[in-house]
């Protein structure tokens, strides 16, 4: 075999060598790129159920504080009322 032979058929071997190593890495970053797309779809619906979470608690709150502010107004009419009734008790 002469030596222009042997160089074309190594430098045809590193060409076929590079080529499955070029094929191998797409294949890794194809299969990293599916996993990261998946990997966003799940965050991406975590983030979701959050807010919904979220905006259900918001609701809560504002439903509580209501409460709360009902109850405290009916604390003091309470307070005021039982005033009303010692003042009248020593009235008597």
Request: proline content about 0%.
């Amino acid at each position: 075999m002469s030596t222009t032979l042997r160089i074309i058929f190594k430098l045809h071997s590193n060409v076929i060598i590079l080529f499955i190593l070029v094929t191998s890495e797409v294949v890794i970053l194809r299969k990293q790129l599916a996993e990261a797309l998946e990997t966003t779809l799940s965050l991406k619906h975590e983030r979701e159920k959050l807010e919904d979470k979220t905006a259900r608690h918001s609701q809560n709150v504002v439903q509580l504080q209501s409460t709360l502010d009902e109850n405290v107004g009916l604390i003091a009419a309470l307070r005021e009322n039982i005033k009303d009734l010692e003042s009248q008790l020593e009235h008597k």
